[in-house]
T-cell receptor
Framework: DTGVSQDPRHKITKRGQNVTFRCDPISEHNRLYWYRQTLGQGPEFLTYFQNEAQLEKSRLLSDRFSAERPKGSFSTLEIQRTEQGDSAMYLC??????????????FGQGTRLTVV | KNQVEQSPQSLIILEGKNCTLQCNYTVSPFSNLRWYKQDTGRGPVSLTIMTFSENTKSNGRYTATLDADTKQSSLHITASQLSDSASYICVVLREAAGNKLTFGGGTRVLVKP
């Protein structure tokens, strides 16, 4: 499978615990995005990377959230001291930003987080 | 403010019928507009992508239109099938620092037999 893959698909955690999600983008894609989607809503931008550099973070990304892309390949999103409001689908997308228009953004299947 | 608004929020149609979904955006500067289909519990999958110079683009029974002057787009589904039941999300790529994708809230379509 050469698409975007996310792990785990589902995560249930107790409030206050830390969780970490992983995203493996399409290998030649230099841009990697993280989005959060709550039920019935469209995805909301969290952060994005150009290779290993984190270029933008949303105000939604509180200090409990941290994302890394250490070698410009896979990325991790960590949430510390989870709260019930963190329950959502966390989507990762990647694209090749080169060229005049760049290319299509491809999404992973998402990680559904439930904080109990 | 860079926003993407979609309407209706949801609709129910009978199998075989057509429907049209609307998208209005204020994102600037505009780069391109995409329509995605998202099945429940899955990631979005691209249907079409259009630049400001394209007025219409088709992908099977899906036809998207774009009016860059009025900043409106529509997605027309022809001869709907049960498998068309999903959320359809309008996404605009902003040609600015970040080239961030701005998502609409989606339209949830339910096709009934």
């Amino acid at each position: 499978d050469t698409g975007v893959s996310q792990d785990p698909r589902h995560k249930i955690t107790k409030r206050g615990q830390n969780v970490t999600f992983r995203c493996d983008p399409i290998s030649e894609h230099n841009r990697l995005y993280w989005y959060r989607q709550t039920l019935g809503q469209g995805p909301e931008f969290l952060t994005y990377f150009q290779n290993e550099a984190q270029l933008e973070k949303s105000r939604l990304l509180s200090d409990r959230f941290s994302a890394e892309r250490p070698k410009g390949s896979f990325s991790t999103l960590e949430i510390q001291r989870t709260e019930q409001g963190d329950s959502a689908m966390y989507l990762c997308a990647s694209r090749d930003a080169g060229g005049v228009m760049g290319t299509e953004a491809f999404f992973g299947q998402g990680t559904r987080l439930t904080v109990v | 403010k860079n926003q993407v608004e979609q309407s209706p929020q949801s609709l129910i149609i009978l199998e075989g019928k057509n429907c049209t979904l609307q998208c209005n955006y204020t994102v600037s500067p505009f780069s391109n507009l995409r329509w995605y289909k998202q099945d429940t519990g899955r990631g979005p999958v691209s249907l079409t992508i259009m630049t400001f110079s394209e007025n219409t683009k088709s992908n099977g029974r899906y036809t998207a239109t774009l009016d860059a002057d009025t900043k409106q787009s529509s997605l027309h589904i022809t001869a709907s099938q049960l498998s068309d039941s999903a959320s359809y999300i309008c996404v605009v790529l902003r040609e600015a620092a970040g080239n961030k994708l701005t998502f609409g809230g989606g339209t949830r379509v339910l096709v009934k037999p």
